[in-house]
C-alpha cells in the first residue's frame, strides 16, 4: 500500500516549518469567521460600540501632545505635534495590537485548541488582518485630521513614495508577527511573560521614535536604533505622509533583514510549540 | 472494507513532576541551584531523586487498524489512555513515537460547543464551528436547515449563544459535529449531557453516519449501555496498553469484570461535596453494605443477610422521590454478566398520582438481602433515584452504575441450600443468580400411584 493511500499522517513533532498553504487556503473561511467575531464582539456591550476603535489613539494623541510637545517641548521635525503623534500613534497602535493579540495566542485559546485541530496560524493571522482592519478606520480618521491642517497652511512634500504605504504595513505585520510567534511559545510555558510583555511594549514604544522624530538622536547612535526593526517602520510612515524623515534607503534594508529573520524564527517556534503546547499549559 | 486508521507502534510520553515551573524565574532559579550543585529549591520535598524527570508513558505501543464503517468503542477506567489517544487521534497533541495513518477528513467531538462565543447569534455560531471543524462557508451553508432542525433551536437562532440553556448549548453542538460529514468521527462521552431523549436522537445519528453513511467511527465512553448499543467492536485501554479487543460484549464483559478488579469500589463510598453523582434536586450522597451487626462489610457468605445503605440529599422542595437499587451479577467463573434485577423502596405503595412532596434534607433507603438468596459471585449496586410520578428513565436525577460491589462467597455450610452436595455450583460458563433455599422434596412412590 502506497503512502499516496493515506491523506494524513500524524507523526511526533520534529522542529521544521510545515506551513501547509493548501490547508490554509480550506480554511480561509475560518480566518475570516474568526476576524469577524473577534471585530463584532470587541464592541458587543460597551457604550460607545465601534467608536473606541478611534477614540484610543485619539486620547492618546491628545496625552501625548500636551505632555511631550506641550510640557516636555520635543522637537518634532517642524510638524505640528498633532499630526506627529498621531502618525505615530496609529502606525505604532498597529504594531502594539498585532504583537499582542498574537503573544496570547496559545494561552488565550488553549480550551479550544484542546478540543479540535485546525491550522493555529489562523489565529494569528486573523489577529493581524483585525489589526488592519482597525489601522483602517484610524489611517481614515487621521486622513481627516491631516486634510484640515493642509488645508490651513501645512506645507507637506507629499509624493510617489505613499505607494510604499503597504509595505510599511506589511513589514510591521512582519515584525509583530516574528516577535508575537515567539512569545506566544513562551508565554505558553511562562505566563508571567504576559505581564512584563504589556510593560515592555511600552518601554518599547519609548526606544522607537515615536514621541520624537529620529533626527534628535545623535549620529553615533542611530545605528542602534536601527537595529530596532520599528525604527525604520514608524520613520518611513511618516516620511510617506510628511516627506521629513532623516532615515536612509540602508537602514529599511538593514531593518527589513532584521524583520524576516526573525520572522522566521519565531515560525518555526510556533510550529514546533503548537503541537506540544497541550502538554505544558 | 478497505482500512481507515492505522495505528503503528504510538506511544506517548508525559513528564511528570516538574514540567516547568511556570514562571521563568523558577526556571532561572532551578537551574541555578544545579549548576551550583545545590538541591533544587523547587523540586517536591523528599523527592531525593528529585534531579531526574521521571516520564509517564500515557500510550504504550498501541497497533490497531480500524476499517471503513466500523464504529469503534473505547472503554477504559480513568487515566487509562483513552483521552491521550484521541488528543493524537484528533491531532490536538502529537505522539512521542509511532505513526498514525488516516484517510479522509477527520471531525472530533471532544466537547461539545468547543468553540462558541457567547456573544454571537446561534446562527453565527453555527458558521464559526463548522469553520473551525474545517467546513468551508458554502458547505455549512447547505447543511444549515439540517443543522438547525436536528438542534430545535430554530426559534433562537438570532439570540446570542450566552443566553441558551445548557440543553440547547449541548444540542447545537452536536448537531454541527454530527453533520460535518467527516470520514471518521472521534465522540468522546458527549452523550453523558443531555436528556434522555437527546441521548436517543444522538445514538442514532451516530448509527446512521456510521452505517448509511459508511463512516468511520470511534467512540469513547464509560456508559456501557451507549457503548454496546453503537459499537461493532470494543477494545480496552489499560494503563496505556490494549488489553483486550474484541467485540463489544465480550469487551464490556471482560472490562466490568476482570480488567478494572483493582478499582472497584467495595464496602462502602463516600462522596466528596463536589462530586456527588446527581442532577439539581437529588445527590447521592454515600452508599454502604453492612452485615447484620451493622459491621461494614464486603464479602457475604451465601448464609449471611446483606444490608445496603444508601444515603441521598433533596435539594429542593416540591418532588416526590424514589430510589431504585439494581444488582448486575457476574459469576466467579469468567465474570461474565449473568442476570440483573431491580427493586423499588417504599414509595410504589403510595398511590402513583399521590403528592407526596419530600422536604429538603438528607434521607436513607436501606434494603436487606435475605441470606440464602443470592448466588456467589460478585454483585454490582446500581443507585437510581427518580421523581415519580414520572418514569424512572425520564425523570432520574441520580444514576449510576455498578457504583459499588460485594462478593458472595460459598461457605460449604449444611444449613444453606447446599446442603451436603458437595461440588461446584456453576456448572458450564453461565452463572446461576440465585440460590434459594426452597423445599424440594423426593420420596418413593408408594404404590405406584403417582400424583400426576
Not at chain 1, 510640557?71 to 499582542?100: E, S, V
Not at chain 1, 545605528?223 to 526593526?229: D, E, G, W
Not at chain 2, 445548557?166 to 454530527?178: I, K, P, T
Request: proline fraction near 4%; hydrophobic fraction near 40%; aromatic fraction near 12%.
Amino acid at each position: 500500500m502506497s503512502k499516496d493511500y493515506w491523506t494524513t499522517i500524524i507523526k511526533p513533532s520534529k522542529g521544521y516549518i510545515n506551513v501547509n498553504l493548501y490547508e490554509l487556503v480550506k480554511y480561509r473561511d475560518l480566518i475570516y469567521l474568526f476576524i469577524k467575531r473577534d471585530f463584532v464582539t470587541f464592541y458587543k456591550q460597551t457604550i460607545l460600540g465601534p467608536i473606541w476603535y478611534i477614540l484610543q489613539p485619539l486620547l492618546n494623541t491628545i496625552v501625548f501632545t500636551i505632555i511631550f510637545g506641550r510640557l516636555a517641548q520635543i522637537p518634532t521635525d517642524n510638524l505640528p505635534p498633532f499630526l506627529f503623534y498621531m502618525a505615530g500613534n496609529i502606525i505604532w497602535g498597529y504594531f502594539a495590537f498585532c504583537i499582542n493579540s498574537t503573544s496570547t495566542t496559545f494561552v488565550k485559546n488553549a480550551d479550544i485548541f484542546g478540543k479540535v485541530y485546525f491550522p493555529r496560524i489562523t489565529v494569528p493571522i486573523s489577529n493581524v488582518i483585525i489589526g488592519l482592519l482597525q489601522f483602517s478606520l484610524q489611517l481614515i480618521f487621521f486622513l481627516c485630521f491631516y486634510i484640515y491642517f493642509v488645508i490651513n497652511g501645512l506645507s507637506v512634500n507629499i509624493n510617489y513614495s505613499l505607494i510604499f504605504l503597504p509595505f510599511i504595513l506589511l513589514h510591521t505585520a512582519i515584525i509583530a508577527l516574528g516577535f508575537g510567534l515567539l512569545l506566544s511559545s513562551l508565554t505558553s510555558k511562562y505566563r508571567d511573560l504576559t505581564f512584563v510583555l504589556g510593560f515592555g511594549i511600552q518601554l518599547w514604544m519609548f526606544a522607537t521614535p515615536v514621541v520624537y522624530p529620529l533626527s534628535i538622536i545623535p549620529e553615533n547612535y542611530v545605528i542602534f536604533s536601527i537595529l530596532n526593526p520599528m525604527t525604520s517602520v514608524v520613520e518611513s510612515f511618516k516620511f510617506i505622509f510628511f516627506g521629513e524623515s532623516s532615515i536612509k534607503l540602508i537602514h529599511i534594508f538593514i531593518s527589513v533583514s532584521i524583520s524576516i529573520s526573525i520572522f522566521f524564527v519565531g515560525l518555526i517556534t510556533f510550529y514546533k510549540t503548537e503541537k506540544t503546547f497541550l502538554d505544558t499549559v | 472494507m478497505s482500512t481507515a486508521i492505522k495505528i503503528e507502534k504510538l506511544y506517548k510520553e508525559y513528564k511528570l513532576g516538574v514540567i516547568g515551573r511556570g514562571t521563568l524565574y523558577r526556571d532561572l532559579q532551578s537551574w541555578w541551584a544545579l549548576r551550583k550543585g545545590k538541591e533544587d529549591p523547587n523540586s517536591l520535598i523528599g523527592s531525593s531523586n528529585s534531579n531526574k524527570i521521571k516520564n509517564h508513558l500515557a500510550l504504550k505501543e498501541i497497533n490497531l487498524e480500524i476499517e471503513e464503517g466500523q464504529v469503534l468503542g473505547i472503554i477504559g477506567s480513568n487515566g487509562a489512555g483513552k483521552s491521550t489517544l484521541l488528543k493524537i487521534l484528533s491531532r490536538v497533541t502529537s505522539p512521542t513515537k509511532g505513526q498514525i495513518l488516516l484517510k479522509g477528513r477527520v471531525a472530533s467531538l471532544l466537547e461539545v460547543g468547543t468553540g462558541f462565543h457567547p456573544e454571537l447569534t446561534g446562527r453565527e455560531n453555527i458558521f464559526l464551528n463548522g469553520a473551525i471543524n474545517g467546513l468551508s462557508k458554502l458547505e455549512i451553508q447547505n447543511k444549515f436547515d439540517q443543522i438547525v432542525e436536528f438542534a430545535g433551536v430554530k426559534k433562537f437562532l438570532d439570540t446570542p449563544v450566552k443566553r441558551y440553556s445548557s440543553g440547547m448549548h449541548v444540542r447545537l453542538g452536536f448537531a454541527v459535529a454530527a453533520h460535518l460529514d467527516p470520514d471518521i468521527l472521534i465522540v468522546d462521552e458527549v452523550l453523558a449531557v443531555g436528556d434522555a431523549d437527546f441521548q436517543k436522537k444522538a445514538i442514532n445519528k451516530i448509527k446512521e453516519v456510521s452505517s448509511d453513511q459508511k463512516r468511520t467511527v470511534i467512540f469513547v465512553s464509560h456508559n456501557m449501555n451507549s457503548i454496546q448499543k453503537l459499537c461493532d467492536r470494543v477494545i480496552v485501554l489499560s494503563n496505556g496498553t490494549i488489553i483486550k479487543d474484541d467485540t463489544a460484549k465480550n469487551s464490556i464483559n471482560f472490562y466490568i469484570g476482570k480488567g478494572s478488579k483493582s478499582e472497584r469500589n467495595y464496602g462502602a463510598v463516600k462522596f466528596d461535596n463536589d462530586k456527588r453523582p446527581g442532577g439539581k434536586i437529588v445527590k447521592l450522597l454515600s452508599i454502604c453494605t453492612k452485615k447484620e451487626n451493622n459491621a461494614e462489610c464486603s464479602q457475604f457468605n451465601i448464609d449471611e443477610e446483606i444490608n445496603i445503605i444508601v444515603n441521598f440529599q433533596v435539594l429542593l422542595p416540591g418532588y416526590n422521590v424514589c430510589c431504585s437499587l439494581g444488582f448486575n451479577y457476574y459469576n466467579n467463573k469468567n465474570l461474565n454478566k449473568n442476570g440483573s434485577f431491580y427493586v423499588l423502596d417504599d414509595y410504589i405503595k403510595n398511590k402513583w398520582d399521590e403528592e407526596n412532596n419530600f422536604k429538603v434534607g438528607n434521607f436513607k433507603t436501606e434494603l436487606k438481602i435475605p441470606a440464602n438468596l443470592l448466588n456467589e459471585g460478585i454483585y454490582g449496586i446500581t443507585v437510581d433515584i427518580f421523581l415519580p410520578p414520572s418514569n424512572l428513565d425520564s425523570s432520574f436525577q441520580v444514576r449510576t452504575r455498578d457504583i459499588i460491589y460485594f462478593d458472595i462467597i460459598d461457605n460449604y455450610k449444611p444449613d444453606s441450600s447446599r446442603g451436603n452436595y458437595p461440588y461446584d455450583w456453576q456448572l458450564g460458563d453461565d452463572g446461576f443468580m440465585i440460590r434459594p433455599m426452597l423445599e424440594v422434596k423426593t420420596s418413593e412412590i408408594i404404590n405406584n400411584e403417582t400424583d400426576i
